[in-house]
């Protein structure tokens, strides 16, 4: 089946540094990659839709200035967290899908800690 | 925009019973797909059921079965001969047709007395 590798699974960084998670489609090429959020015990919140070679697409209430978003190949989208703060922490997981009406890939998702 | 609704925070269910998790959605269009994912506590994401709009026949998989209702959108999760294994965070999703995300509900958290 699909396989959706996101990188790193884990992270713990300080205060107002930034970190980069990667998501990568292994065996597809991934027209569009979504961005998840989820806190403790809580559902997932879409942040924001990322398409190849074109800007992501940001929810309600997402800092685009804040949580980077680049998908700059068709097996590749980072999230960047900028200046990281303590309540950034979360879980952050990714999604891809191979074209209209395919089946959403889902990475095993980043545990970001800020100290 | 679309809402997914569960109305069960938690679950329990003793093993080799059966139990059934309720789901609700809004939405105005006629076409689209309802999921439900398990998230044990490794926190991936995994398809247990999918099912399609226009189709009337209810999706199963196995031990999975839902009850589609399209007129009272709703779309429950049954679970057969109940496992410890199944103990986890399960939540319904909607997705409309294209490339499009998956709307979530909130979770029901099973929990599976042996």
């Known amino acids: 089946g699909a396989v959706v590798s996101q990188h790193p699974s884990r992270v713990i960084c300080k205060s107002g540094t930034s970190v980069k998670i990667e998501c990568r489609s292994l065996d597809f090429q991934a027209t569009t990659m979504f961005w998840y959020r989820q806190f403790p015990k809580k559902s997932l919140m879409l942040m924001a839709t990322?398409?190849?070679?074109?800007?992501?697409?940001?929810e309600q209430g997402v800092e685009k200035d804040k949580f980077l978003i680049n998908h700059a190949s068709l097996t590749l989208s980072t999230l960047t967290v900028t200046s990281a703060h303590p309540e950034d922490s979360s879980f952050y997981i990714c999604?891809?899908?191979?074209?209209?009406?395919?089946?959403?890939?889902f990475g095993n998702g980043t545990r970001l800690t800020v100290t | 925009a679309q809402t997914v609704t569960q109305s069960q925070p938690e679950m329990s269910v003793q093993e080799a019973e059966t139990v059934t998790l309720s789901c609700t959605y809004d939405t105005s269009e006629s076409d689209y797909y309802l999921f439900w994912y398990k998230q044990p506590p490794s926190r991936q994401m995994i398809l247990v059921i999918r099912q399609e709009a226009y189709k009337q026949q209810n999706a199963t998989e196995n031990r999975f079965s839902v009850n589609f209702q399209k007129a009272a959108k709703s779309f429950s999760l049954k679970i057969s001969d109940s496992q410890l294994g199944d103990a986890a965070m399960y939540f319904c999703a909607y997705r409309r047709p294209g490339n499009t995300p998956l709307v979530f509900g909130k979770g029901t958290r099973l929990s599976v007395i042996a």
């Open positions: 990322s398409n190849e070679g074109s800007k992501a697409t940001y």
């Open positions: 999604s891809a899908v191979q074209g209209a009406e395919s089946p959403l890939h």
